[in-house]
């Protein structure tokens, strides 16, 4: 097999700043305020190509990431990773947490919503491909900026460069009528980028990657658009939860500008400030998209991260496959197609941010918190003394049955040893069992997050405080062994220290 680059192309597009007062601004004449820095940074990275480098953090938050369990493969070519447990754990919630989210929001959008999975190597000769990559040809900027294209058996293929061709492969099949619409399609599609090796960055830019994307197919524009905001309205409310310093970058045809200006002065006053207006030619939308929202954070290095997306097509273009609908009078018309990468970012990308935040947000007593839904480890047991540790197995296997990943300490080194495990950092409860009699009546607990410490608390006091905190049901097992002493490993990459 060998691989080939595409190259890029430049996108006739303009920038703009809309503010509060529903004034459209050239980007080179607006003034920013002071609690504007981060739409300033945006601004320069997005229209000036200029981002803030700091090798030493960037170096520190590497070390974090492949401390909890991601790293490059070294059995593959550049910008490709494998995982260790924990890692996997993470992704694995995420992808859960994003089912959920979408399920969720369907649900109250009263849209049936359908679970599929496609391949990832596509036959160029296609038709349905072959037209799209015609498009791609001329016009590479769309979807990322570089397909990855192989040759297999000296035949041409292309890795799947998008996320919603198979949906809409899918959709195309069921010969859709008006009364069927609207219908999501959600699927977490295995994509890839073949991304400058220069650019490559652990989670947040690699060259294969998983995105959780919700394409829910409609009869107009117009429908298309009031469920676009909804959805926003439900990234909005994921986004303040996680991280309120956040901006929007809105690229928008001129066509869409002249038409929907209401809608985007909604956008704006829905976060409260400005947005990034990207205008294009309306000759160069060649894949029928009018509307693209990204939801762009900022990570500890100080560079804008994509980590949402909402979208509106009028499926106009062969990227929507020629998928129509029969309307009423039996007629064939071309659908509308929302897509969102919902709730979060591609899967890597999302455990990027968690990470990040994570690490930005350190404790002075080093702690790194995750939701604790995606924590790896919720709860480590540790007991004091060697006649504690069946107590500890007994309170460690009850809480796993009620689908918390928990582990214990069971290790023949001192306490005060064990309670300087490097992978503590990473665990919101830490719970000693100690040598009473009746121990798990006289428990330890640690709130790692609330920076508390409660003694003399019952097994039952444990339980209903952890589960306070187990507000999103997301069951994904513990990836490593329970008792620490049986571990190789720690999950996180680093081998263990070996009793004395």
């Given at each position: 097999m060998s691989v080939k680059k595409s190259k890029k192309s430049i996108s006739d597009k303009k920038y703009y700043i809309l503010d509060l007062s529903s004034t459209v601004i050239p980007v080179a004449n607006y003034k920013f305020g002071k609690n504007e820095v981060y739409l300033k940074s945006l601004v320069d990275s997005e229209c000036f190509f200029k981002d803030?480098?700091?090798?030493?953090?960037?170096?520190?938050?590497?070390k974090m990431i492949n401390e909890i369990g991601f790293e490059w493969d070294p059995l593959s070519e550049?910008?490709?990773?494998?995982?260790?447990?924990?890692?996997?754990?993470?992704?694995?919630?995420?992808?859960?947490?994003?089912?959920?989210?979408?399920?969720?929001?369907?649900?109250?959008?009263?849209?049936?919503?359908?679970?599929?999975?496609?391949?990832?190597?596509?036959?160029?000769?296609?038709?349905?491909?072959?037209?799209?990559?015609?498009i791609i040809s001329k016009s590479s900027g769309l979807y990322g900026s570089n397909q990855y294209n192989v040759i297999v058996n000296e035949k041409n293929r292309v890795l799947r460069y998008n996320a919603c061709i198979e949906k809409l492969s899918l959709a195309k099949r069921?010969?859709?009528?008006?009364?069927?619409?609207?219908?999501?399609?959600?699927?977490?599609?295995?994509?890839?980028?073949?991304e400058e090796e220069r650019e490559l960055q652990l989670c947040k830019r690699v060259r294969s990657f998983r995105i959780p994307e919700l394409d829910v197919i409609n009869d107009s524009l117009e429908t298309s658009m009031k469920i676009a905001a909804d959805a926003h309205a439900d990234i909005l409310k994921g986004l303040d939860k996680l991280d309120p310093n956040y901006e929007l970058l809105c690229s928008v045809t001129q066509d869409f500008l002249k038409e929907n200006f209401d809608f985007l002065k909604t956008i704006a006053k829905s976060i409260k400030k400005p947005i990034l207006l990207a205008v294009y030619n309306d000759a160069c939308c060649k894949d029928g998209v009018k509307i693209d929202i990204e939801y762009k954070t900022f990570d500890s290095l100080k560079?804008?991260?994509?980590?949402?997306?909402?979208?509106?097509?009028?499926?106009?273009?062969?990227?929507?496959?020629?998928l129509k609908f029969q309307t009423e009078n039996g007629l064939r018309k071309a659908v509308s197609i929302l897509h969102v990468v919902f709730p979060f970012a591609s899967v890597e990308r999302f455990a990027y941010f968690l990470i990040d935040r994570a690490v930005k947000n350190e404790t002075k007593a080093g702690f790194r918190q995750f939701p604790f839904w995606s924590s790896p480890i919720q709860i480590r047991i540790i007991?004091?003394?060697?006649?504690?540790?069946?107590?500890?197995?007994?309170?460690?296997?009850?809480?796993?049955?009620?689908?918390?990943?928990?582990?214990?300490?069971?290790?023949?080194?001192?306490?005060?040893?064990?309670?300087?495990?490097?992978?503590?950092?990473?665990?919101?409860y830490v719970v000693t069992v100690g040598k009473s009699i009746s121990s798990l009546k006289n428990l330890i607990i640690e709130d790692k997050i609330k920076e508390t410490i409660e003694k003399n608390k019952s097994k039952g006091d444990l339980i209903r405080k952890i589960k306070s905190e187990n507000d999103i049901n997301i069951i994904v097992p513990r990836y490593v062994p329970m008792f620490l002493s049986k571990r190789a490993i720690n999950g996180l990459g680093q081998t263990k220290r070996k009793a004395r």
């Open positions: 803030p480098k700091n090798k030493n953090q960037e170096k520190k938050l590497e550049a910008g490709h990773m494998r995982q260790m447990s924990h890692a996997v754990t993470i992704t694995e919630a995420i992808e859960k947490y994003s089912w959920l989210a979408v399920k969720n929001f369907c649900d109250k959008q009263g849209i049936p919503l359908y679970k599929v999975s496609g391949g990832e190597l596509f036959d160029v000769n296609v038709p349905d491909v072959k037209k799209q990559i015609s069921a010969n859709l009528k008006n009364e069927d619409l609207p219908v999501g399609f959600f699927e977490i599609s295995k994509s890839y980028r073949f560079s804008p991260v994509e980590i949402a997306t909402c979208l509106v097509d009028d499926g106009s273009t062969e990227f929507s496959l020629g007991t004091t003394d060697n006649n504690s540790v069946e107590d500890g197995k007994k309170l460690a296997q009850e809480l796993e049955l009620l689908n918390f990943r928990v582990d214990l300490d069971d290790r023949r080194i001192s306490y005060k040893e064990k309670r300087k495990a490097e992978d503590l950092k990473w665990i919101p």
